[in-house]
């Protein structure tokens, strides 16, 4: 802790004051993003909703709930769909990552196809989705576990393809066999790989889920800003922005204490 | 490793041949394994609809989607163009959306990777508006700037932007520390050693962020192509979708992966052309 009666030279005093100022900036730029907020929505026969008006729709709508949810059961039946399909996805996709990432003939029987499938963004499927089966919930979970699959099993084969060849070897020296090779030196060595798969299946799927239920739902935080746009209540646009944003960050944070609890030695910081 | 290698010996030269030989028929086992596993995909596919395992109408056979795709090259029926302008269209959006994401995200990044003022300012802005999905700018979207060309581009814009900015910061700040006390000794200024060092050396992870970009406009396209259209990929499939034509879908789903490995090919291409002195 810096004292006044300390004596400091010219440049100690410079990186002070300069440590300060970057403690305010953070403060300073969020309440201008506030500011800006207001003056978009005060300026004139703009339709833009302002931060009030938001907040006394996230009352109304907790008082007067859309097709009988309220804002947080909407949210919460998003998040649902989104942890049953991330569960299976993780499952499975950790599996076949390991099979075609270990077995090299695994890999050539199946990796064309599915990079083929992997080229398709997870939104192309939506039309194909509800054509196929509707608009319930199957098709929804289906989309958003094609969307979170992809990077668990990129990430979890390129992971355990590439462990360094020395451990390998050092267990082949010990005598190992494959098994052992396998679930000793290869998974654990490449766990730091399968996690940054599972963070951006994490951020995939909550982006995947948005898109079907705008694309055909009748629930869901999707839904809400569809509801929103085609009413023309940009307040409950606006809202609902607001919660993805924030259940996105927590999903990102949730994410990476999990992370830190399987395997804490892969964060550096 | 599971060569059965032959017990007597063998000269230098017969060694290096044996070993050859077996690789090169590993090399040629792995290509046809790959190619039993396209084929098979396909003819599965294919049996399982002619045997009415699956419903025809709703699962098109794979000769039905290429003969489709011969016919979309010329009949705009029924969703009103050909492919050749679904794809211009497409492209356009993406292309647009996408090259606007580098020429404001990469400098971005790199300038608040490397002056902490302006980061301590920035950050927290990126940081609320990144968890955002591009898709839920839509309805914004259409409030601020309608529903043309820009608009779409701007959803795209949004997909591609983080990456760049995220990717062209973490790399300006791994920049060498030794790298920077050489400049600073031999008395290079703050803005000439960001210029000099700091560029160079984060242009790996930029590029690598560029990929990741393109990848994400091009997943966009479909979710911008919501938006009123009359053309484009995405708006293909969509329409498929109210015609309940499958193969439409298909056909739509298909190009857009396959100008998708295109995309990152070229970019595989370029970054090899660039980035060849760093390796």
Known sequence: ?269 | MSNSYKNEKMTDTERISFVKNTKRKDDYLIIMISIIGVLGFLIIWQLAVVFGLLPSRYVPMPTEVIKLFAVKLVDPNPEGAVLGVHILASLQIVLTGFLLAIVVGVPLGLVMGWYKGFDSFMRPIFEILRPIPPVAWIPLTILWIGIGLKAKAFIVFFSAFVPCVINAYAGIKQTNPVLINVAKTCGASNFTTFYKIGIPSALTMTFAGVKVALGNAWATLVAAEMLASSAGLGFMILQGRQFARADIIILGIVVIGVIGIIFASILGYVENRMLGWKK
């Open chain 1, 1 to 269: 802790m810096q004292k006044n009666n300390v004596v400091m030279s010219e440049a100690e005093r410079k990186s002070f004051l300069l440590n300060k100022i970057y403690k305010i900036l953070p403060i300073i730029s969020v309440v201008l993003l506030i500011l800006l907020w207001f003056i978009a929505a005060g300026a004139e026969n703009s339709n833009f909703p302002s931060p009030q008006e938001v907040f006394l729709r996230f009352i109304t709508l907790q008082q007067k709930p859309i097709k009988e949810f309220n804002l947080f059961q909407h949210i919460w039946i998003s998040l649902i769909r989104v942890f049953i399909a991330l569960i299976v996805s993780w499952i499975i996709g950790i599996a076949f990552g390991i099979l075609i990432g270990w077995n090299k003939k695994a890999n050539a029987l199946f990796s064309p196809v599915f990079t083929a499938f992997r080229s398709v963004p997870p939104l192309a499927w939506v039309p194909l989705m509800t054509m196929w089966f509707g608009t319930g919930e199957f098709p929804k979970i289906l989309l958003v576990f094609m969307g979170a699959l992809m990077p668990v099993v990129v990430n979890t084969q390129s992971g355990i393809a590439n462990v360094a060849k020395m451990y390998l070897d050092v267990g082949t020296i010990f005598n190992a066999n494959g098994k052992q090779l396998l679930i000793e030196i290869a998974i654990p060595s490449s766990l730091d790989a399968i996690f940054a798969g599972i963070r951006t299946s994490t951020s995939a799927a909550w982006m995947v889920v948005l898109a079907a239920e705008m694309l055909g739902g009748r629930s869901g935080i999707g839904f809400l800003i569809v509801r929103g746009m085609n009413s023309g209540d940009y307040a409950l646009c606006l809202l609902s922005m607001v919660c993805i944003g924030i259940v996105g960050a927590l999903l990102a944070i949730m994410t990476k204490y999990l992370e830190r609890l399987v395997c804490p030695w892969t964060i550096i910081k």
